[in-house]
């Protein structure tokens, strides 16, 4: 993992994958997971239950609860398999699929 100079605020459950890279000022939420060779801009979020895939460069903020991917990585839909293992319940897991589905129709 390579962190710059700069401060990261990271929490407990996080999980780095190889070559995953942070810049300055960069806030990791619980339980996010982030692929192989992703790259953080300074500045950026990641929010609680993320993961990200192989190669994902991130400039912006993502939200709780998804899966994202991709240069300048966008959320594809919600990280289902995390949410299972997490122990969350159906009827939450609905209710957040259809947010967040909203939420990605909306950028």
Known sequence: MCISRMTA???IHTIFANNASLAGHV???DY???GGFTLIHQ???IGSHVITAVGSVVFKDIPPYVTAAGYDAKPHGINAEGLKRA???QIVFCKLNVHIRFYIAKV
């Open 9 to 11: 605020k990271l929490v």
């Open 27 to 29: 806030d990791i939420h």
């Open 32 to 34: 996010a997971i982030l």
């Open 43 to 45: 500045f950026c979020k």
């Open 87 to 89: 122990g969350f319940q």
